[in-house]
């Protein structure tokens, strides 16, 4: 894509209220997430058992914890541990289903019968069972996060690609190169490799809230991030334990969820409409 | 149709055997023996040696991979060593709760979704079109578990007006639907964005169809023809994702469930995992992939039914 | 002789689309009176599809009238408001689409849509508007009836179903029938069969019939008056047997000479009209078939032709026709 191109879609992202507004929220999170120690107040993990359950004020702007933490510095390291998480996991999975893809597209008539069967074994275990399966094989942990989520995203990054290989197989200045001679390695990175990433990109985008919700939730669960570690999960859990000696609490600690989830989502739509219309009915579907 | 079906459900049972044959490999690559592994840290030999032969450790794996394989067949899905009781008694106990939960956060999330995707049809390209696209989305992207304690918030704690935790007292339909009211809210309010989406889509794509052309030729009024003509036939697609619906809000339920104290698969499961009481985790997972294979394939095969196009495809 | 059921008055329309608008009608003026059958014919993308869904105000929201008027029974309708326009739909002015295979929804029993079908038909109970359905299918001769009411559109065959559209049109005794390409998507014998049908129903109701198609045969055999189509334009028009045996604007001599049906067995190759059609977003200065035209002139390229009668209800709209 040229640089022109480029600016054209940042244009017509901005343009789109809701892309617009997707971008900033996401914008916000990722400079809490780069530079929290100098955006975060106070100590996430120091306790200070004498400050305990305190709503919010000047010294503490989101209040304190059962345990006197500031609940602000807990959520700007928990924008961290969710973005860290979050990008590793949809980074790895989307490698992962890059290269899956375009062996199912590319290779063996009979590897791809056997991916495909794979790809749709793996989709059909409901993604949550799947996750506590392999977390009571493995034990609770970021480790076993990322794997979760590697292992669970590849067959629809797989066969998104595998899809665009096929087709792209059969276009004339693939065919056209074949017939001169090139190689089957130089077919897939040189066309078929930068024909697939834009799609790819954009299914990942809109993978990414996906992936924060499922830590926060095993999290919440006691089965992510393991405490002290401040995760947007355990901080809403810590909330919902105290739901009536603080409210406070648990009416900040959803915030940030809410809002990174939409604005991931809102920013994940605004790309696609950007960068390409015709997949709008792909990636929904 | 016949045939259809038959390929549809064949399907369907291999790709179950694919899923049971990748978590037994699972258990057997991962290091450490599974007999403590479900067990833990703190178990005696003598307990772990009754695990081994409980679960037939002490056979050669590829007699263990057919007794795995001829059980499940069979619905013995393996023995839990905490309650002494089979895994499957468990998980039956356990799923008609999910299940009653489930159909009735999708219940109320369908009819609301139709009504939501067929308004923003009949007021298309408005500004009610435009702000109905945002909330779907909205809704969508809203974590249910976050809906769910916020609800707590406020409907059980600071209005006291529903339950917080709990199922409802057994016996009394009254307690029990109250105690369904906020986690069928939490749950299903996701799909009412993303039925109103799909319905609004799929409506969309109906209305350029050449019938409702017609339609309109006779003089049928606007509304009538996209809730009889249009909606008729793009409600079609849905009953394939609500099939998928089913199946994965079922599993989701497993952070509600959790959040509202509520007997479920989903508590059954988180309860499993924190003491890594491996046969039950399997067991029900391997429930849990059976259901939704099952519901997908039916619905797959309902639709064939339902729509009289695909239905007449499949005769020929 | 009778006043016209339906005129079309000089009519302009275009189609908004990225980037402009095209000119899908230009200058249209046509009518047909009680009883008649007038033809329209073209080749496609010559508009006569886009007067067929203007005169039952079907063009789209993204079509716009920008001159013109067309009367039904004297009176303008693009003049009357949404609901008024659509009270006439099927009751007054009915239409037979192309396709019969996807003219019906396929989730309702055919049965079922003659019934919604007379939504416009007052104080008419279900009952009875269910009797009506079953005596029309009747009587376009299908024979059993009640069977095909309890159908879905599918389980019916192609012929049966242009059938059940074709009485679906009547059912309400309009005073116009438009019928675009009425048997385009049928084999020969029923094609036959429904050009025999149209023209049984021509005689036992007497309502005027527009039909549209780029099937000359068919305009031969059913059509009173024809219309030729070109850009958008009204290029001749002329009772039938003097289009035929003397066609007087060039187009319509190519597109005669270029009918499979008239072509001798001794030519070896089929002829056929040399160029495209002009772009309509932005129209020739002259006349529109002066670049495809065999005796164009330089003034045919950039003066707009005058519109000639050459006889008695003909029309020709050419600078080379002119006396």
Known sequence: ?285 | MLRYAVKRIALAVVILFTVMLAMYAMVFLVPGDPASLALGPRATPELKALLRERMGLDEPVLWQVWHFFRNAVTGDLGYDVWSKRPVLDQILEFFPNTLILGVAALGWALALGIALGAAAVVWRDTAADRLLGVLSVGLISIPAFVVAIYAILIFAVWLRWLPAIGAGTPGDPASQARALILPAFALGIGWVGYLARLVRASLLEVMGENHIRTARAFGLPERRVVLRYGLRVAIIPTIALLAVGLGSILSSAVFVETVFGRPGIGTLITGAVQKRNYPVVMGTVLFMTAFYLFVVTAADLLIARLDPRVRDVFRR | MSEPVLSVENLSLRYRVAGGAVAALRNVSLSVRQGEVLGIAGESGCGKSSLAAAMIDLAGANAEVTAGAIRLRGQDILRLDQAARRRLRGREIAMVFQDPMTAFNPVLTVGAQLVDFQFNLDGVPGREKRARARDMLARVGLSDPDLVMGRYPHELSGGMRQRAAIAAALLMRPAVLIADEPTTALDVTMEAQIIHLLRELRAQYGCAIVIVTHHLGVIAELCDRVAVMYAGEVVEEAPVDELFHDPRHPYTRALIACDPARIGKATGRLPAIGGRLPDLSDPPPGCAFAARCGIATDRCRTVPPPRVAPGADRGVLCHEAAP
């Open chain 1, 1 to 285: 894509m040229s640089s022109g191109g480029r600016f054209r879609a940042l244009r017509a992202l901005l343009s789109d209220p809701m892309g617009a507004l997707g971008l900033g929220l996401v914008l916000l999170f990722v400079v809490m997430a780069l530079f929290a120690p100098w955006v975060a107040p106070a100590d996430p993990i120091k306790l200070n058992v004498a400050e305990k359950f305190q709503p919010p004020s000047l010294a503490h702007l989101a209040g304190t914890d059962q345990l006197g933490r500031d609940l602000l510095s807990r959520i700007v390291y928990g924008a961290r541990t969710a973005l860290a998480i979050a990008l590793t996991a949809v980074g790895l999975a989307g490698v992962g289903g890059l290269i899956l893809g375009m062996i199912a597209g590319f290779g063996p008539r009979w590897l791809d019968a056997v991916l495909v069967l794979l790809f749709d074994s793996m989709s059909s275990l409901p993604m949550i069972m799947f996750a506590l399966a392999v977390i009571t094989i493995v034990g609770p942990g970021t480790g076993t996060l990322i794997l979760v989520v590697v292992l669970v995203s590849i067959p629809a990054y797989a066969r998104l690609i595998r899809a665009q290989t096929l087709a792209l197989s059969g276009a004339d200045f693939i065919v056209a190169e074949r017939a001169m001679g090139a190689s089957s390695a130089r077919i897939l990175f040189r066309h078929l490799l930068p024909n697939v990433v834009g799609p790819l990109l954009i299914l990942l985008s809109m993978d990414v809230p996906v992936v924060i919700m499922l830590e926060a939730g095993l999290s919440y669960l006691n089965l992510g991030v393991r405490p002290p570690t401040p995760s947007w999960g355990n901080i809403l859990y810590d909330g919902y334990t105290s739901i009536r000696a603080a409210p406070h609490m648990v009416v900040i600690a959803g915030l940030p969820l809410v809002l990174s989830t939409l604005g991931f989502t809102f920013l994940g739509e605004g790309l696609r409409d950007a960068l390409d219309p015709r997949l709008r009915r792909r990636v929904a579907g």
